[in-house]
């Protein structure tokens, strides 16, 4: 008898389990899709408008008060004021000269003002000054486009490394020092034609243009580099360092050169063989 309740307890579980299965099973309800048109057709919320000018309470520009100086006068003054004497001494040595000229400008200073010119120094290249030094008699006088071609066809190898210098040079000019800017500007000038120093005639079409005026070589340090031999043995060789350094000028420069030419020969005076000048200091008797 006890083993037929066992069984008879088996069908039921049996029977409770396929009702969960069932219930599980069964679908879902029917419900609305969460991609509907309305969704779709919403547009996203608008991000919060930004508040310009705030500071979070953390900043350190939060506070009115003047933030502590972190450099000190008297610390610095020996790099900055090394000698406070010399400087005062300098200061009315340079307002005494500007009351004596009454505001004068010399040449020098007129030229500074009115002309513009740019100083490149290119890094120490792997060459020898008798190496660099004739190109950069070569690229002297000429004007930047045409010694960057002279540099391009040279068949030298350094002419390569002097080339990128000399554009690198036309393009520090150009936007350090507003050189080269004519036909952008406006600012080219009319046509003239000009002597130059080794007295050849150039006509000048733009007045900013670039020239190299002078072009030198510098001599730098001594590399070392191992030179393996025979039986073991180590040879130090000493590869020289060279730097090239270009000034670059306008061609208003060579206008105004040329023209101070031309006035110099006009005031220039007729050479007389015998000039007709009175006699002095005459004695009576020798002087020997």
Known sequence: MGFGKKATSGTNDTKDTKDATLQIKSPPPTTRSVFSEDYLKRKPPAPPALVRGGLSSSSIFGSTEAAPSRRHALAQSPALDPDPNARKRWE?????????????????????????????????????VKKLGPLARQIAGKSVEDAIVQMRFSRKKAAKDVKEHLEHARNEAIVRRGMGLGEAEGTKGKEVEIELKNGKRRLVKDRTGLYVDQAWVGRGTF??????????????????????????KEEATRVRISEEMDEKRRKRKLWVHLPNRPVTAQRQYYSW
């Not at 009315?92 to 004068?104: A, D, N, T």
């Not at 039986?231 to 090239?244: A, C, D, E, F, Q």
Request: zero cysteines.
């Open 92 to 128: 009315r040595k340079m307002v005494i000269r500007q009351i004596q000229r009454r505001g004068r400008l010399s040449k020098s200073m007129q030229i500074k003002r009115t002309e513009r010119e740019s100083l490149s120094k290119s890094p120490m290249l792997k060459t020898s």
């Open 223 to 248: 590399g070392r580099l191992p030179d393996f031999r025979a039986r073991g043995r180590i040879n130090i060789m000493r590869p020289p360092r060279t730097s090239i350094s270009v000034l670059l």
